[in-house]
């Protein structure tokens, strides 16, 4: 690939456009997509507790089961993608999914009905997410891979800061008392939702290409097993698992805020802001990774992640939430693109579908029971010793990480 390598050594914004083809494409549709989502989410908490009467518990088991089985089905998603050497089609169907589903939150009546709601999207997730990212470890040369998904993760989250933006214009558009909107005030938000998702269905068929590596006509067949993979990548693979588990829903970050005295209409600015901060530290922490090594970016990144959750458990005023979600981004920005460059790392390009997927169904495995305790402990023992909780657990996994090798770009 030695255009693209050339390409990729400018410097400034002109780097950005340098990436390849593929990058900048699933980039946009990723801050589509998310433009999409985030008008719902910031909103979601409020409405499930103040308008539907859900209980913390109740929040956490549709959180937690949604997301759940998002990451189970990437699994599937991502080894299938390896067999038949097509990545492309899931992603289109996963974000086509997502655009057909959203609409119907504007009929929920029943926190029952939104987490049917909810299961479907996030099934679309699990259906687009490992071959995405396979098809971008694909397009990208192995010394620019965090650039690259720190892009991404990027662009993603601009669309998590436009989609608050929205959410906000919305309810001020559309609710009598932008403090306390109506369940119908809500839906007609809701409904709204999927119209940048589906343009995002437009730029995959148009400018997404097929990246197919290259491999031996008498290579081994692609399997779904640990088998063919490596004792560091399995334990990374348990480390994520471990730290997943104190990785709870966001939901009751916002929950929280609202306990603080922050109004339900002031959410998605909230949001927001904690979005700003994921954009500016994704581009960080991608470029970070290149230069030092993924590992010590990530033990950084989930260490940020348990001063926040500490934090979050003594919280008493509004500016303590704004404070804190600011850095929260900190942790996004240190971990999310670089993990995925740290999976591509850590296997050939013939497997990263599969890695891609087992690594989400370690994510998987615990981020269902993650969000169910936090709920519990919340319910039965209070918020603070919920967020105390799932901070310790983090600097447990941060010890797990530790015994991982890293590999060189």
């Given at each position: ?139 990208v040369p192995e010394r620019e891979r965090g650039f690259a998904f720190g892009f991404n993760r990027a662009a993603d989250n601009m669309g998590a800061v436009l989609g608050p933006i929205f959410a906000f214009l919305l309810v001020w558009a559309f609710a009598a008392n932008a403090n306390a909107p109506t369940i119908r005030e809500y839906q007609r938000v809701f409904l709204f939702a999927s ?31 640990l088998t063919g993979f490596d004792g560091n990548f399995k334990r990374f693979l348990i480390t994520i698992s471990l730290f997943t588990l104190s990785n709870s829903t966001d939901a009751f970050l916002l929950l929280r805020a609202v306990q603080a005295g922050i109004a339900p209409v002031v959410l998605p600015l909230l949001w927001m802001v904690l979005n700003i901060s994921k954009v500016v ?129």
């Amino acid at each position: 690939m030695p255009d693209t390598t050339r390409k990729l050594q400018t410097s400034g914004w002109r780097r950005y456009l340098a990436l390849p083809p593929n990058v900048l494409a699933l980039s946009a549709v990723s801050l589509l997509n998310d433009t999409s989502s985030e008008v719902i989410y910031p909103l979601l908490p409020a409405f499930l507790a103040l308008s539907l009467g859900a209980s913390p518990f109740a929040i956490g088991l549709i959180e937690g089961f949604a997301e759940s089985t998002a990451s189970l089905l990437k699994l599937f998603s991502g080894y299938l993608s390896d067999r038949f050497k097509n990545r492309k089609l899931p992603v289109f169907v996963g974000y086509g999914l997502a655009a057909v589903t959203r609409p119907f939150l504007a009929f929920a009546g029943t926190w029952p009905q939104v987490l049917l709601v909810r299961l479907a999207d996030r099934a679309g997730k699990g259906i687009r997410g490992a071959p995405r990212d396979a098809l971008l470890a694909d397009s990208v040369p192995e010394r620019e891979r965090g650039f690259a998904f720190g892009f991404n993760r990027a662009a993603d989250n601009m669309g998590a800061v436009l989609g608050p933006i929205f959410a906000f214009l919305l309810v001020w558009a559309f609710a009598a008392n932008a403090n306390a909107p109506t369940i119908r005030e809500y839906q007609r938000v809701f409904l709204f939702a999927s119209i940048p998702v589906v343009l995002g269905l437009l730029v995959i068929v148009f400018f997404v290409r097929e990246k197919h590596v290259g491999e031996h006509h008498d290579a081994e067949p692609v399997r779904l097993s640990l088998t063919g993979f490596d004792g560091n990548f399995k334990r990374f693979l348990i480390t994520i698992s471990l730290f997943t588990l104190s990785n709870s829903t966001d939901a009751f970050l916002l929950l929280r805020a609202v306990q603080a005295g922050i109004a339900p209409v002031v959410l998605p600015l909230l949001w927001m802001v904690l979005n700003i901060s994921k954009v500016v530290f994704s581009l960080i922490g991608g470029n970070l990774s290149d230069k030092v090594g993924r590992k010590g970016v990530i033990i950084a990144g989930w260490s940020v992640y348990a001063a926040v959750y500490l934090g979050f458990a003594f919280v008493t005023a509004p500016w303590q939430c704004w404070a804190l979600f600011v850095i929260y981004g900190i942790y996004f920005g240190l971990s999310e693109g670089v993990e995925k460059a740290f999976v591509a790392d850590m296997v050939t390009p013939r497997k990263r579908g599969t890695a891609f997927g087992l690594y989400n169904l370690a994510f998987g495995i615990t981020v269902f029971p993650a969000s169910l305790l936090f709920g519990l402990v919340w319910n039965t023992v209070g918020a603070p010793t919920a967020f105390i909780a799932s901070g310790a657990v983090s600097l447990a996994a941060i010890g797990l990480l530790s015994t991982v090798k890293a590999k060189k770009a």
